[in-house]
T-cell receptor, first 111, second 115 residues
Framework: AQSVTQLGSHVSVSEGALVLLRCNYSSSVPPYLFWYVQYPNQGLQLLLKYTSAATLVKGINGFEAEFKKSETSFHLTKPSAHMSDAAEYFCAVSDRNQFYFGTGTSLTVIP | EADIYQTPRYLVIGTGKKITLECSQTMGHDKMYWYQQDPGMELHLIHYSYGVNSTEKGDLSSESTVSRIRTEHFPLTLESARPSHTSQYLC??????????????FGPGTRLLVL
């Protein structure tokens, strides 16, 4: 079975600073990779997904993620944090159409 | 994208009551899922279905049951609610693209409080 590791359960950044949320997966074969965002009292909303077409994936709200096979990583970044980015972020892997989620990273944006 | 509806959004109920959480999607997706999530915590898969009359238990043991009589409808039932069932319940379905890749889309969730 796959496993997904999100380093840092809580990340704080200043407004306007770079956002970096880390995700590593375990797989000998490149899986399908996703990032979801969850706002309070809401479901998960798809931010972006890796489909093997390009290693750098652009998503909604200015987020992007880079697939690095050598590092088995799929870190999420945003150049400049906005207050509205404060939320819970989940990395997920799909392997043979089974989905595996990380434990989530809570992003706090400091004004 | 997928439109997934969950009702109720919030529910406060007493111990011992029977409750059904509704989930529906209008996209004709075959695969549907129920997750349990405590606030700010990870998701735990409790049930899934790959189509009509197909239901399976997930990784997390749950006292709930599900049914899948129609493609668009995947309700979750607790026969006798207990305070330990207090949680958020998320329904999801998957969309398969032309390349065969599946993407999960989620409903807004039902937040359940059992007193």
């Amino acid at each position: 079975a796959q496993s997904v590791t999100q380093l840092g359960s809580h990340v704080s950044v200043s407004e306007g600073a770079l956002v970096l949320l880390r995700c590593n997966y375990s797989s000998s074969v490149p899986p399908y990779l996703f990032w979801y965002v969850q706002y309070p009292n809401q479901g998960l909303q798809l931010l972006l997904k890796y489909t093997s077409a390009a290693t750098l994936v652009k998503g909604i709200n200015g987020f992007e993620a880079e697939f690095k096979k050598s590092e088995t990583s799929f870190h999420l970044t945003k150049p400049s944090a906005h207050m509205s980015d404060a939320a819970e972020y989940f990395c997920a892997v799909s392997d043979r159409n089974q989905f595996y989620f990380g434990t989530g990273t809570s992003l706090t944006v400091i004004p | 994208e997928a439109d997934i509806y969950q009702t109720p959004r919030y529910l406060v109920i007493g111990t011992g009551k029977k409750i059904t959480l509704e989930c529906s999607q209008t996209m004709g997706h075959d695969k549907m899922y129920w997750y349990q999530q405590d606030p700010g915590m990870e998701l735990h898969l409790i049930h899934y279905s790959y189509g009509v009359n197909s239901t399976e238990k997930g990784d997390l043991s749950s006292e709930s049951t599900v049914s899948r009589i129609r493609t668009e409808h995947f309700p979750l039932t607790l026969e006798s609610a207990r305070p330990s069932h207090t949680s958020q319940y998320l329904c999801a379905s998957t969309l398969r693209d032309r390349g065969g890749q599946e993407t999960q889309y989620f409903g807004p969730g039902t937040r359940l409080l059992v007193l």
